[in-house]
């Protein structure tokens, strides 16, 4: 009973904010008209005369993305012009309603999770830099006893510098969450730090090779992530340029019984234009994985051929293959080395009204708790869609296969899948209410014990309902 009442108590709280932003909303819309000076200045190309959760359909006023191919962000449709410097400060309220909680060593049936968030975005413009920075930090409560109250932490930072040939990035990706992130508040406002929607400030990610893995959903209790990678590009030429970078990233567990890792990566890579739309590429990547408290250490190192293809505002391709070399410091089966093939794509794609994303990645990754080591296979896509002036649409499917790498093909294997989506409107031009559904689903061909049971299929059901705010811009320059 006082679970059900709590549940009831977390709907109510969400239609009464609900309410109120719609009320105000009204007000607003009744008001007589606003001098043109209180209006938002004209911050990003594209977005001047628009809400800032309004259509965001438009690819037009895009830049092209001038990131080199063989460098370790992911590839875009291009970048928004910036005609000023700001910050945005905002909150976040979400409630989800969970059928079980896979990562949990006890069950408690359905359950509710409310996480209270503040949320900052930062745009620093320069003549030949820039600063990007997204941030969301809060705490979740549940009325699952096994759950309680954890933190809350999401951050993403993008510093860059260009002087003509050379160009620098330092990249940044934090996350403490009280579950892995693989389909994380897919569909919803959670999935990214930050203010969200338009003004916030675009920021590319890393692509999967550079960030611990965390695809299996029955590891244990809270964790936090975090991925620092720093990246130079150097013109030789009209056509050619060179890329090196290094990543350092660690995966970290709350409660015991998981397995954490740290991993190093560094790539170094040659760029030649084709076309003005395509480009050609040959990288060398060496990833070490390191266990706390596991002798096993593993050296993966693998040469690829990458084909790019980039048209502003319509497409960005990717593909890369190649053979793949993993060292083993503790032998399997008398032997320390493994001979192997990696590779994966990513496209996205500007649709009427919306884009679609779609990632693959084959090869070795740091095992998502699980594993010290694992063979990966991850698929992850994203589907979104203005359907109108107020209601936007989305739709996400990720898949993941994990086996160990340290031991033989017939030992354990996970298959985990995630489906959802969202649905969103804005109230006037500072919030934003959504709606969302996912299902984690995940099998293995052997028993795995989690949420007080023991069996080789786990399903979970969320639903979250969301509201997101933030204030008017303040403009530095």
């Avoid at 700001?86 to 006890?106: C, E, H, I, M, V």
């Avoid at 951050?155 to 934090?174: K, S």
């Avoid at 190649?322 to 083993?328: E, H, L, N």
């Avoid at 997101?468 to 811009?473: E, N």
């Amino acid at each position: 009973m006082k679970r059900h009442i709590r549940i009831l108590v977390a709907a109510a709280s969400v239609a009464a904010l609900f309410l109120s932003v719609s009320l105000i909303s009204a007000q607003e819309d009744n008001s007589r008209p606003r001098p043109a000076a209180r209006e938002y200045p004209p911050l990003i190309e594209g977005l001047g005369g628009q809400d800032s959760n309004g259509d965001q359909g438009s690819t037009s006023n895009l830049n092209p993305d001038t990131r080199p191919l063989t460098g370790v962000e992911n590839p875009t449709l291009g970048t928004p012009g910036i005609r000023h410097s700001y910050w945005l400060p905002g909150f976040q309220y979400a409630d989800t309603l969970r059928s079980s909680a896979l990562n949990q060593a006890s069950s408690s049936g359905w359950n509710t999770t409310s996480v209270i968030t503040g949320n900052f975005s930062l745009l620093e413009s320069w003549s030949r830099a820039q600063l990007a920075v997204n941030y969301s930090g809060g705490a979740s409560f549940s009325s699952d006893s096994a759950q309680g109250t954890s933190q809350f932490q999401q951050l993403g930072l993008l510093e860059t510098f260009d002087w003509g040939r050379w160009q620098l990035h330092f990249l940044d990706q934090f996350s403490y969450l009280p579950e892995t992130q693989f389909g994380f508040g897919a569909g919803t406002a959670l999935s990214i730090p930050g203010i969200g929607g338009p003004l916030a400030p675009p920021l590319p990610g890393l692509q999967n090779s550079y960030v611990p893995n965390q695809s299996i959903f029955t590891t244990f209790g809270p964790r936090y992530s975090n991925s620092f990678a720093t990246q130079a590009a150097y013109t030789v030429s009209r056509r050619g340029s060179i890329t090196a970078a290094a990543t350092y990233g660690i995966l970290r567990f709350i409660e015991a019984g998981n397995i954490e890792s740290n991993s190093a990566n560094f790539t170094l890579g040659y760029n030649y234009v084709l076309t003005s739309a395509d480009t050609l590429g040959v990288q060398y990547r060496f990833s070490g994985y390191r266990y706390i408290g596991n002798p096993q250490a593993i050296d993966d190192q693998v040469l690829q051929l990458v084909y790019g293809r980039k048209i502003t505002g319509r497409i960005a391709l990717q593909l890369f293959g190649g053979p793949d070399v993993t060292t083993f410091r503790v032998p399997i089966n008398n032997s320390t080395n493994r001979v192997s093939g990696s590779g994966g794509a990513s496209l996205t794609y500007a649709l009427n009204r919306g884009s679609m994303a779609l990632n693959y990645d084959h090869g070795i990754s740091g095992g998502s708790g699980v594993f010290a080591g694992a063979n990966t296979n991850q698929l992850q896509f994203s589907l979104g869609r203005q359907l109108s002036r107020e209601w936007a649409a989305s739709l996400n499917l990720g898949y993941s296969r994990n086996g160990s790498a340290v031991s033989a093909p017939s030992s354990q294997a996970y298959n985990s899948w995630y489906v959802g989506g969202g649905l969103s409107r804005p109230f006037g031009r500072n919030a934003n209410f959504t709606i969302g559904y996912t299902a984690q689903i995940q099998t293995s061909n052997q028993a795995v014990c989690a949420a007080g049971t023991c069996g080789t299929n786990f399903t979970v059901h969320q639903i979250t309902l969301g509201l997101q705010w933030h204030a008017r811009p303040f403009v530095l320059r």
